[in-house]
């Protein structure tokens, strides 16, 4: 085991020393950003309502008052968030070229808002909604529009069908996004996980994939054992001290 002096710096040689690296993150680095953690313990967002509920399709579709009344509105929260240190940081990686690309399981857009460009969005995002019908693609304040309005649920202005959030609810499939991210990972040597407990199948399955691993999470997670270095602070607080490493390398 690492002694806690020199995970930084261990941290830092293997981004240096990787042919490719991709990053993972999950809600633990957006609870910087004010958006609540939707499962760490006394602080999770489902704690307070039953997600299968809130952000399923089956009630978008058979109850769309209901999901418009509750997980719609969980949705729109994100909307005015800002990014935090770890978001601009991880964009900066990317220009520096350290990092070839960040996989999110995060709905809320900041890795865009901060800069980073090649963004696989694995469950979605809050930025549109789509027809099912036709597919057409509108922005998600025309869709809440249409429900502040009292359309519920909001219909396609081109053929009359059904609006929806272009999120990943439960008992949706994945998207493309997610098969771009697996062939990406699959050509990786590195994959640094931030803010994500791991326990969310199948994005879960893509650690596996890599010969190294770097986790930052404040929790535990089922891949600590194998991983090269676990950190366990805030997404901002060790990105921040790994990139002093990697500044100092470069000099």
Known sequence: MIDNENIYEKAAE?????????????AGISTESGIPDFRSPGTGLWEKMDPMEALSTRVLYSDPVKFYNNGFKILLSMKDAKPNKAHYILAQLE?????SCVITQNIDNLHQK???????????????????????VVSIDLLNSK?????????????NGILRPDVVMFGDPMPEDFEKAWREVESSDLMIVIGSSLTVSPVNFLPGLVKHLIIINKSETP??????VVIRESAGEALSKIVRYLKTAKN
């Open 147 to 159: 429900v502040e309005k009292g359309e519920i649920p909001p219909k396609c202005d081109k053929c």
């Open 14 to 26: 293997l981004i240096e020393g990787s042919g490719k690296t991709v990053v993972l993150t999950g």
């Open 114 to 136: 901060a800069g980073s460009h090649k963004v696989f969005e694995v469950h979605g995002q809050t930025r549109t909604g789509s027809c099912i019908n036709c597919g057409e």
């Open 223 to 228: 891949e600590d054992r194998r991983a090269d």
């Open 95 to 99: 220009q520096d070229g350290l990092i």
